[in-house]
């Protein structure tokens, strides 16, 4: 019988409400739940799993300070990191998280050489770049999670401007987990009509400009901590896409080799998920304009990239 196993590294707000959603799915046998803190994955797990009596779910749920336990993973999910701490500046965040992403990452996958890595810890994309180097995977096994949640943003903000079912709404976010994130209002649809047919440029510039203040507004609002019931939903919709292999559109953030012109770095776009990880980039026929932004996002993202390989050579 083949076991479909996730592990999770970083059992805080995102990586257990993750797994709690992953488990009511029941869509895969196993997740594991790891932390450096002694008892924490081991407590949140013996909770979630006390919920199956009531939930009906039969994935089994492990807590586990031991990367031991994390053995011939399918998938592994990267959430461990810190957050900005007062008077840390914005490079001293991305050197600690550097340290951490990149220390998960080498000993998850000496027991998971096989697997597909999903990071999510933030600076999004110089995370995802992190892993890329330290695991040596190849680009179709590491992917990062960001454009599913920022068009969640997108659309719940259209859907509340419009009050239409969110569903209705058909659009992407891609470009960088910042501030070149890129909503594409001339491709958007509500309801098969084209967004700018049912608002003026300012409603839509608000929104769009709301979506990019997405996670800010909700860092503001819990002054501890930031947003994790819409990360971990999102994380859950890129793992039913690759266990399902369900053939949906998402955006995600993947390294491009030449697609929209743009080459080794890791930029947001929409892609194909499957079993084997990254199944293909979709390119959209995207505007001189829109191509600029995209260009603008991934010079952001080299830039911090660059950051990331002083980082690791230091490390070394
Ligand atoms: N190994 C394992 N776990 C670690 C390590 C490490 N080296 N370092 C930190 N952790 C754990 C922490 O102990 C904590 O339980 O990572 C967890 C992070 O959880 P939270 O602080 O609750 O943060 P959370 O809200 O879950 O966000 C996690 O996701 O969306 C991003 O910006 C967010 O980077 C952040 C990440």
């Known amino acids: 019988m083949i076991i479909l196993k996730i592990t999770i590294i970083g059992s805080g707000f995102v990586g257990a409400t993750a797994a709690h959603i992953l488990a009511l799915k029941n869509i895969v046998d196993e997740i594991v739940l790891i932390d450096i803190l002694e008892g924490v994955p081991q407590g949140k797990a013996l909770d979630m799993t006390q919920s199956s009596a009531i939930e009906n779910f039969k994935t089994k749920i492990i807590g586990t300070n031991s990367y031991e336990a994390t053995k011939n993973s399918d998938i592994i999910i ?3 990191g810190i957050a900005r701490k007062p ?3 914005r490079d001293e965040l991305l050197q600690t998280n550097v340290k951490i992403v990149s220390s998960v990452v ?5 027991y998971s050489p096989e697997s597909i890595l999903i990071v999510v810890s933030n600076p999004l994309d110089a995370m995802v770049y992190t892993a ?3 695991s040596g995977f190849p680009r179709y096994r590491v992917i990062g999670m960001a454009g599913i949640l920022d068009t ?3 659309k719940t903000l259209i859907a509340d401007r419009l009050n239409i079912d969110a569903a209705k709404i058909d659009c992407f976010v891609i470009g960088s987990h910042g501030d070149t994130m890129i ?3 001339r491709l958007t649809k509500a309801d098969g009509k ?3 047919k049912l608002l003026t440029k300012t409603e839509i510039d608000e929104i769009v400009s709301k979506t990019k203040n997405g996670g800010a507004e909700i860092v ?3 002054k501890t901590g930031s947003a994790y019931y819409a990360p971990a939903s999102s994380i859950v919709e890129m793992i039913t896409a690759i266990v399902n292999d369900t053939g949906k559109v998402l955006p995600c953030c993947v390294f491009l080799n030449g697609e929209y012109g743009i080459k080794n770095i890791f930029v947001g776009v929409p892609v194909i998920l499957g079993k084997e990880g990254l199944k293909e980039i979709v390119e959209i026929e995207l505007n001189d304009e829109e191509l600029l932004l995209l260009n603008n996002a991934a010079d952001a993202v080299r830039e911090l990239s660059g950051l990331v390989d002083c980082f690791l050579a230091d490390e070394k």
Do not use: E, N
Request: no cysteine; aromatic share 8%.
């Open 78 to 80: 990267i959430t461990a």
């Open 87 to 89: 008077g840390m500046t």
């Open 106 to 110: 080498k000993q998850a996958v000496q």
């Open 132 to 134: 890329y180097k330290t």
């Open 152 to 154: 969640a943003r997108y």
């Open 183 to 185: 909503a594409l209002p």
């Open 194 to 196: 084209q967004l700018d």
């Open 220 to 222: 503001g609002l819990l």
